[in-house]
């Protein structure tokens, strides 16, 4: 695709469900990076893929929240028993290789959890 | 520890006027800093890319400066239009994997 896509657009979910968020890298992009936004706040880092492995997933906040990219191009990140506090927009950006090359970003995925 | 500060955090101007945003860091030690523009409910869009290297960016209406030494960056908008209305986010790379961003600015050009 042209652009990195994020599915679904909006995500709204009970207190203590399991969740999946979708990104589509651009073609070709072998790094992978989700990040968190918060209101009024800049994106947040959670981890980041080289390839299929994740090189560093030290900002992921608790062991409910895992992400794959079992083929190196399509990432999935996974909130277990979700709570209030996880609401926020997920975004999610790639680029070339990694290190100092350009991110681009998809739309983000705004989940709320009621 | 990095951190990145992002003044005004809401600014609000005429149509037609320059300006300048400002971003600020506390540790020199960045392989590149990039300015991003975020619209309301979307994601982020590129404008800059500055490595560490260079001084300066341009494209159209916009110019982004970097001074690694006293830990600044600078986006100027030339001619500011309605459109120019989004909040301007930037960036910084200080090597490993992650990427750092300020709260940004929230801009809004009044017709």
């Known amino acids: 695709g042209a652009g990195v896509s994020q599915t679904p657009s909006n995500k709204v979910t009970e207190k203590g469900k399991y969740v999946e968020l979708r990104c589509d890298p651009i073609?070709?992009?072998?790094?992978l990076y989700w990040y968190r936004q918060s209101l009024g706040q800049g994106p947040e880092f959670l981890i980041y893929?080289?390839?299929?492995?994740?090189?560093?997933d030290s900002g992921l906040p608790n062991d409910r929240f895992f992400a794959v990219r079992p083929e190196g191009s399509v990432s999935t990140l996974k909130i277990q028993r979700t709570e209030r506090g996880d609401s926020a927009v997920y975004l999610c950006?790639?680029?070339?290789?990694?290190?100092?090359?350009?991110?681009?970003f998809g739309p983000g995925t705004r989940l709320t959890v009621l | 520890k990095q951190e990145v500060t992002q003044i005004p955090a809401a600014l609000s101007v005429p149509e037609g006027e320059n300006l300048v945003l400002n971003c600020s860091f506390t540790?020199?030690?960045?392989?590149?800093l990039q300015w991003f523009r975020q619209d309301p409910g979307k994601g982020l869009t590129s404008l800059l890319l500055?490595?560490?290297?260079?001084r300066e960016q341009t494209s159209g209406r916009l110019n982004a400066s970097l001074d690694k030494s006293s830990g600044r960056s600078t986006l100027y908008i030339a001619a500011s239009q309605p459109g120019d209305s989004a909040t301007y986010l930037c960036?910084?790379?200080?090597?490993?994997?992650?990427?750092?961003f300020g709260a940004g600015t929230r801009l809004f050009v009044k017709a």
């Open positions: 540790d020199s030690a960045i392989y590149n």
């Open positions: 073609s070709g992009h072998t790094a």
């Open positions: 500055i490595q560490s290297s260079q």
């Open positions: 950006a790639s680029s070339l290789s990694g290190g100092a090359n350009e991110q681009f």
């Open positions: 893929f080289q390839g299929t492995g994740a090189a560093d």
């Open positions: 960036a910084l790379y200080t090597g490993g994997f992650k990427t750092i």
